[in-house]
């Protein structure tokens, strides 16, 4: 027979506490993410863009014959 000890289950005033600590923490930090989110989205279109351009001058160097998908060469 196995015998479990279990642990004292906190008491209701400490569990209000804790549940209403995390919720405010939770809505502070949504807030917070919301709050960041305009400057946030633009960083990060820049660098999505300035890789995209890194992307197509080094596809460029690698093939200088291409234009928009397309072999100058053969035409």
């Known amino acids: 027979m196995l015998v479990f ?3 004292e289950l906190p008491k209701v005033d ?3 506490f804790t549940a209403k600590n995390y919720w405010n923490k939770g809505v502070i930090a ?3 993410f919301l ?3 305009p ?3 633009a960083e990060w279109s820049k660098q999505g863009y300035e890789y995209v351009v890194r992307q197509l001058e080094a596809s460029q160097e690698k093939n200088p014959n291409t234009v928009k998908g397309q072999d100058t060469a053969k035409q």
């Open 39 to 41: 400057n946030k989205t």
């Open 5 to 7: 000890q279990v642990p």
């Open 14 to 16: 400490e569990l209000c």
């Open 30 to 32: 949504s807030f917070i």
């Open 35 to 37: 709050s960041n989110l």
